[in-house]
Structures are given as structure tokens and as C-alpha cells.
């Protein structure tokens, strides 16, 4: 929109009134300066009424201006509100899924941690896991598998050579030979527990079974000899009195 100055107006006016001056013809001075004034006046009014109507259209120009701009503002201010309370969930949801991941994970880190059992009268720190491996393997020996008791076994006190239940693991190894009718395999298996495993609570049984095994490959001679060194080192032993009464039955 194009907005006139009051001094161009006039020269509109003006411009507009000359050619009618021109046509009616000479005027005398007085009635030359009486019109004159007169279109003065004209030009000063119709200025103003052009002035005031510019100015009323630019005000209400401005004002739609200033309520588009407003609504637009409102408009985006909406958008973001959205945005914010998207990211706001998403970042709630993000902490609820961590909160739950660390306790998870705690969760996991605290069964992984060793725990205090009682072995042979013995408090000793076991992993869980090693625990199960251990429990797992000698069920099968209790249920009779003792194929799939020997091999357990065996994984076991490779997985855990130092673990606490390590010698009771080895002792059953070698009773799940004995079962199984080879007892060459049961002799090596219950001299590791004697040897390796010496402060063992099991090495007075491991002994007894290996003068067992002795026995039934009809070797007296080391079954004897068996028997006398468990009485002669762990004379206090429920496998000594065992062996005492072998002992008798073999002179």
C-alpha cells in the first residue's frame, strides 16, 4: 500500500483543479485570491479525510499483522509444548529402563557373588554355579545315570579344580567308575582325591574304595596294604573300622 504525504496531496489536487482554472477563464485579483483560499481549504479537508482514512487502513493493517503473527506464535508454542512432552515421556521411559536394567543386572551380579556352604563340616565361599554344576552332577549319580554322572563329573573338576566341592566331586568320579564295574579307572580317580586333594574329609573313603576296587581285580596284596595305611592314618574314621573288619576277614 502506497501512503501519500499531505504535500503531495495537494499537488494531486491541485493538479486535478488547474485544467477547470484554465477553461473558465481570467479571474480579477480579488476573486483570483477568494478562490484560491477556497481551493486551499478544499485541499487541506480532503487531505485530511485521505490522511485519516491511510492511517485507518494501515492501523487495521497492522493489527491483522500483529493477530496472524500471534496465532503463528500460538501455533508453534502448541508444536513445541508436543514436542517437549514427547521427549519428556520418551526421557521417563528411558530412566524406567535403566532403573530396571541396573536392577537387573544387580540382580545377576548378586547370584553370580560366592556364597558361604557348610562342605564336610567345612564353611568354604562357593559361586553359585559351581554349586548347581556340583548338585546337577550327583543327582545323576543318585538317579543311577552314572554314564552321564562320570562325564558331569569330569566337567565339573575341570571347570573347577579349586573349588570347595572339588574333592567330593573326584570321590564321586570314582565311585561312578566303581558302579560302572571298571575299577582300574575307580583306583586312579580315588588316588587323585588321596593325592591331590589330601586334606580332604573324603580321602578315608577314597581309600576304602580303592582297596574295594583291589578286591574285585582280585589284587589282595594291594588291597590289603590299602586297607592297613587307611587304619594307619585315620585310625578314628567310620572307613577305618570298615577297613578293621576287611582286615580280619582277609588273614
Not at 485541499?43 to 494501515?58: E, F, M, W
Not at 573326584?170 to 588316588?191: E, P
Request: hydrophobic share 40%.
Amino acid at each position: 500500500m502506497i501512503k501519500l504525504s499531505p504535500s503531495r496531496l495537494a499537488c494531486l489536487v491541485l493538479a486535478l483543479w488547474m485544467p477547470l482554472h484554465a477553461v473558465a477563464g481570467p479571474f480579477d485579483d480579488d476573486e483570483a485570491r477568494k478562490a484560491i483560499l477556497e481551493l486551499r481549504t478544499k485541499v487541506d479537508n480532503i487531505t485530511r479525510d485521505l490522511s485519516a482514512r491511510i492511517d485507518g487502513k494501515s492501523d487495521k493493517t497492522v493489527q491483522i499483522e500483529m493477530l496472524n503473527q500471534h496465532e503463528q506464535t500460538m501455533r508453534e508454542i502448541a508444536r513445541l509444548r508436543g514436542q517437549i512432552e514427547v521427549l519428556q515421556n520418551e526421557v521417563t521411559k528411558a530412566q524406567e529402563n535403566q532403573r530396571q536394567l541396573y536392577a537387573d543386572l544387580d540382580a545377576r551380579l548378586k547370584r553370580m557373588e560366592p556364597r558361604q556352604e557348610m562342605i564336610d563340616g567345612q564353611t568354604a565361599e562357593v559361586l553359585p554355579t559351581e554349586k548347581a554344576a556340583y548338585e546337577a552332577a550327583t543327582a545323576l549319580f543318585q538317579s543311577g545315570d552314572y554314564k552321564g554322572a562320570s562325564s558331569a563329573l569330569q566337567e565339573f573338576v575341570k571347570a573347577y579344580p579349586q573349588s570347595a566341592y572339588a574333592s567330593n566331586a573326584q570321590y564321586w568320579l570314582g565311585n561312578t567308575f566303581y558302579a560302572l564295574g571298571d575299577y582300574k579307572k575307580a583306583i586312579a580317580a580315588q588316588q587323585v582325591v588321596t593325592t591331590t586333594y589330601a586334606d580332604s574329609a573324603k580321602v578315608p573313603d577314597a581309600m576304602l574304595n580303592i582297596a574295594s576296587s583291589y578286591a574285585l581285580l582280585k589284587d589282595n596284596k594291594n588291597a590289603k596294604k590299602s586297607l592297613q595305611t587307611l587304619v594307619s592314618k585315620y585310625p578314628d574314621s567310620s572307613a577305618a573300622q570298615t577297613a578293621r573288619d576287611r582286615l580280619a576277614s582277609l588273614k
